[in-house]
């Protein structure tokens, strides 16, 4: 049997994309794995599943039960699963990659300002495009699961890189799927972090975490006078490894910068808007008056083809 797939990126956040329009592809975690290998099969750090909300509700995913509660129009679900056959909730370049995905079959127009509104675990989200092709992201409601304890004390958490004489205080930030913020005091110290092992985390996640180094760059003032916020960061994402980018990580670096700078600042204001430097490129995210975030970045389809299965 063959299996066709495209392969796209967002900012170098790679993934498998499979167009299961009829929803009865039995996406396995060892079919993943095969496919996500990058000796043995196609490679990405994510395989993403195109599948009818519907579908995904007749198998029993409740939560696509309430994206079409939500909202009737999201009739398309991103599947999404990490490298390790793992399911997560949500993925920020992956939401871009599946919206370009989602316009290459012809099942969005978001060239005329359009809006693509679809199903994830974490709830429906909606995409347009920029005019300079970039595709923006509400991403939803963000929260910090330390509530505002943690905010007020920058952390709720410990992180451990390997090499580091100790470990690191850090803020946990909920995306939809978890993340754990740590800061460094220079990029030398961020480019020289060992991310080939899985930081260590405590109190230990129960469901485990995305982990975002960052260090926070000086802002920058757009031609309107608008301070930008600055963010480098490398991130080890849950059920994968180091990625060269992780967009719902760029919006917990930034909202992590966010906090500790109102915190340090006190009355003074802090920008909505934060431009985030990842090994793969850079994403922007802004922070919206109603509790949402936004994350606008390029997404790429590369190459299609067909995978033999045994
Ligand atoms: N790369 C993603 C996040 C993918 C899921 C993550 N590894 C998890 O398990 O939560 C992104 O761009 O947000």
Redesign the pocket.
């Known amino acids: 049997m063959t299996l066709r797939f495209t392969k796209g990126h967002g900012t170098h956040?790679d993934f498998v994309l499979l167009a299961d329009t009829r929803g009865d592809l039995d996406l396995t975690a060892d079919l993943v794995r095969r496919l996500a290998d990058r000796r043995g099969g196609i490679g990405g750090?994510?395989v993403i599943r195109l599948a009818p909300t519907a579908a995904v509700a007749r198998a029993g995913e409740e939560v696509a039960d309430r994206v079409l509660a939500e909202e009737p129009d999201a009739i398309w679900f991103m599947d999404?699963r990490?490298a390790d056959g793992?399911v997560?909730?949500?993925?920020?370049?992956?939401v871009r990659v599946f919206a370009a995905f989602a316009e290459s079959l012809g099942l969005a127009d978001l060239a005329t300002g359009g809006e693509l509104a679809l199903g994830t675990r974490a709830g429906v989200r909606r995409v347009r495009k920029e005019p300079d092709g970039w595709y923006a992201v509400d991403m939803g409601a963000w929260s910090l699961p330390g509530g505002a304890g943690a905010a007020a004390q920058g952390a709720d958490a410990q992180v451990l890189v390997a090499g580091w004489p100790a470990p690191r205080p850090a803020l946990s930030v909920d995306l939809g799927?978890?993340h754990t913020v740590v800061a460094l005091p220079s990029l030398d110290e961020l480019a020289a972090a060992d991310l080939a092992r899985a930081p260590q985390v405590e109190p230990v996640p129960a469901d485990g975490t995305?982990v975002e180094l960052v260090v926070p760059l000086d802002e920058r003032t757009t031609g309107d006078g608008a301070s930008v916020g600055r963010v480098r960061m490398r991130v080890h994402?849950?059920?994968?490894g180091e990625?060269q980018?992780?967009?719902?990580?760029a919006c917990a670096a930034a909202l992590a910068v966010r906090t500790w700078a109102r915190h340090a600042a006190g009355d003074v204001p802090v920008p909505d808007v934060w431009e985030v430097e990842v090994p793969g490129g850079q994403v922007r995210v802004r922070v919206l008056a109603d509790g949402h975030v936004e994350l606008a970045g390029p997404a790429e389809l590369v190459f299609t083809g067909e995978v033999v299965l045994p």
Not at 88 to 94: D, I, L, R, T
Not at 237 to 240: K, L, N, T
């Open positions: 956040n750090d994510g999404y990490n793992s997560a909730q949500m993925c920020g370049n992956g799927n978890p995305n994402e849950r059920g994968v990625t980018s992780c967009g719902t990580g």
